[in-house]
């Protein structure tokens, strides 16, 4: 057995459906379990081995000539390959069977020095609606294949690995070849009750026969969730690998493959992430390592389409690693790590927060007491809702001793109640293969954040004291509260924003001009206004609005720049307030009886209100 991210892969489930967990995993000559006789390591003992040998023929302080079955280079390209499912409860084999396809010809796989054979993925699926399989595949750079497991009874406790299906690209079609991920997600994304197989650019239906393939060929990361609101059901968010592909970055319907929005870029596009980081939009945002044409890489609203990209960022983007749950909002935060290149070694862990307004990132959290794993990859040895409060726990080996784990929950209060994020199917099957070879987070089946957008705001119109603003209704979510008001927040000449105003539900005050669009489109809904009043003239001010939620300001909206005018009018005085004034008025005309002299003063008008 090779060790590694991309070769032992192992599923932790209940298998046979009994309340208690069994362990799936390939397996070899040798595979042993070992159980103490009185909970101490002293006490171990071997109660089971697979294959033709146990531990009395395989001494640790030599190797085993019989069974040694590594190459020259260390590559096993020889001897049996099995498939095994182990109790949880006491490391007991239930059953072992052959691994299916067995490696065969090596070459087949995409090389002639066992690279490529040797590449799996895993993951558990209720592809029959209602009890689970374990999915175990080989080979997705040219040859792909997949194979189902399941138990089956035999009477009393007495259970069988049993074969629910197999696909190969060698049966199905030779389009199928080089279309895998290194990476998985199930998803029932017909709706039908029954999981399919997202493999990456190929999707496998319930019954092992292929749904669709998008033909973009290999990818290293991938999100599924309900990215699009405008789309019915669930989305893909891929990015891939080959430069010669009609996009590397692109999102799609994960049930029917169509296209939904991407873009080339004309480089192995190995980071993209997909999420919703910005509250000032709809949905959720996607974002990859590189941008158009190999060009800035930018954060892009999931309204997007084929013919209209909508960027929300213009200079930069978070970290393209791992997202999860953190603080007390409904929208994701982002983990990543500082990692040494030249020593190739981990030096801390970090959780951040995306701002949309200066397109950096707040840190929430950062420590050196944790390392994380798979080099440069950056990733924690599992993210997920362990407790239940619906913020995702961390878990990774400590930084002094790596037979140590560490576990770090949030310290962030929230008003939020959500559902523990483990009793969504989607979910609990993302944490069963999240860390198989390149780790990507487990996601739910529907956008927690479904709902939420900030207000859109824009002047409306400026006098000299005076800033009109107009701006659309917020919206907290469907998991979120209601909006009981607004507050306008000010800054003067680029200066710190003030709350200037709250303005609750039953003050406000329709626009006049119900229209309103931006570079997200026009809005359907209401219009708001809200004057500004003395202010003063030829200045800039600038405006968020932040929707008043269940006591406190909830998630501000994009800024917009209003700069007064330089001379007043009768609109100044609206309200009635009585004040001196002068206006400046054409030098070359004398309305307000104003003599020569007056004019060699300096004076152009008089006007007394």
């Known amino acids: 057995i090779r060790s590694g991210a991309h070769y032992t892969q192992f599923q932790v489930w209940d298998f046979n459906c009994d309340g208690k967990a069994e362990i799936a995993v390939k397996t070899a000559d040798g595979t042993t379990t070992h159980r103490s006789k009185d909970g101490t390591p002293g006490g171990l003992y071997e109660n089971g081995h697979v294959g033709a040998c146990s531990t009395a023929v395989l001494p640790s302080h030599r190797i085993s000539a019989q069974y040694d079955y590594r190459n020259s280079a260390g590559y096993i390209l020889s001897g049996p390959e099995y498939f095994t499912m182990f ?45 689970p399989s374990a999915v175990f ?37 030779r389009q199928y070849e080089g279309q895998g991920n290194h990476g998985i997600s199930v998803n029932d994304v017909d709706f039908d009750g029954k999981d399919e197989i997202i493999f990456g650019a190929l999707c496998i239906d319930h019954d092992g026969r292929p749904k669709y393939n998008t033909g973009l060929g290999h990818g290293d ?3 599924v969730c309900d990215w699009v609101p405008s789309n019915p059901g669930l989305e893909v968010f891929r990015v891939g690998e080959h430069s010669n592909a009609k996009y590397q970055v692109e999102m799609y319907d994960a049930n029917t493959g169509k296209i939904l929005a ?37 954060v892009y609203s999931s309204l997007s389409t084929l013919n209209n990209l909508i960027p929300l960022s213009q200079r930069s983007i978070p970290s393209s690693n791992f997202t999860l749950f953190w603080d007390g909002d409904l929208l994701s935060e982002l983990q990543d790590h500082n990692f040494n290149a030249s020593a190739y070694a981990p030096m801390g862990i970090n959780i951040q927060k995306w701002n949309n ?66 009793e969504d199917r989607a979910y609990r099957e993302g944490i069963g293969w ?70 609750m539900n039953d003050q406000l005050q329709l626009a006049t001009n119900q229209s309103f669009t931006d570079n997200l489109g026009q809005t359907r809904g209401t219009v708001y206004e809200y004057i500004d009043r003395k202010l003063d003239k030829s200045t800039k001010y600038s405006y968020m609005i932040a929707a008043y939620v269940n006591g406190r300001s909830s ?23 009585y004040r001196e004034v002068i206006s400046y008025v054409d030098v070359n005309r004398f309305d307000f009886g104003i003599n020569t002299a007056d004019v060699e003063n300096g004076w152009t008008g008089v006007t007394v209100n």
Request: charged share 20%.
């Open 137 to 173: 595949t080989r080979g997705y750079y040219t040859r792909a294949t997949a194979t189902a497991y399941s138990l089956r009874n035999v009477g009393g406790n007495k259970y069988k690995i049993q074969v629910d299906w197999t696909f190969d690209s060698n049966v199905s079609g």
């Open 434 to 503: 999240q860390n198989v070879a390149y780790n990507q987070p487990a996601n739910l089946s529907y956008l927690l954040s479904e709902g939420v957008e900030t207000s859109r705001l824009k002047v409306e119109k400026t006098t000299a004291t005076t800033a009109k603003l107009n701006f659309t209704a917020a919206s907290d979510g469907k998991y979120g509260f209601a909006v009981d008001g607004y507050q306008i927040y000010r800054s003067k000449n680029n200066g710190r924003y003030e709350l200037v105003a709250t303005v």
């Open 262 to 298: 991407g873009y080339y870029t004309g480089k192995d596009t190995g980071r993209g992430v997909a999420a919703d980081i910005d509250p000032t939009a709809l949905g959720a945002e996607f974002w990859a390592s590189y941008g158009v044409n190999a060009g800035q890489a930018r």
């Open 555 to 577: 998630y501000m909206s994009r800024a917009v720049d209003a700069v007064t005018a330089n001379y007043e009018s009768e609109e100044d005085y609206a309200d009635g307030e």
């Open 221 to 223: 990361a991938m999100h």
């Open 357 to 422: 307004e200066t397109e950096s990132v707040d840190t929430l959290l950062y420590t050196t007491q944790l390392h994380s794993s798979n080099g440069s990859k950056g990733n924690l040895g599992l993210v997920g809702d362990i407790l239940g409060d619906w913020r995702e726990e961390i878990i990774a080996r400590s930084a002094t001793d790596s037979n140590v784990v560490r576990i770090y929950s949030t310290t962030i209060q929230t008003d939020y109640v959500v559902p523990c994020l483990l």
């Open 87 to 131: 109790s949880g409860v006491d490391g007991s084999i239930i059953d072992t069977t052959n691994y299916i396809p067995a490696r065969g010809n090596v070459s087949d796989w995409g090389d002639g020095y066992g690279n490529r054979v040797d590449r799996f993925l895993s993951a558990t699926a209720y592809l029959n609606g209602s009890t």
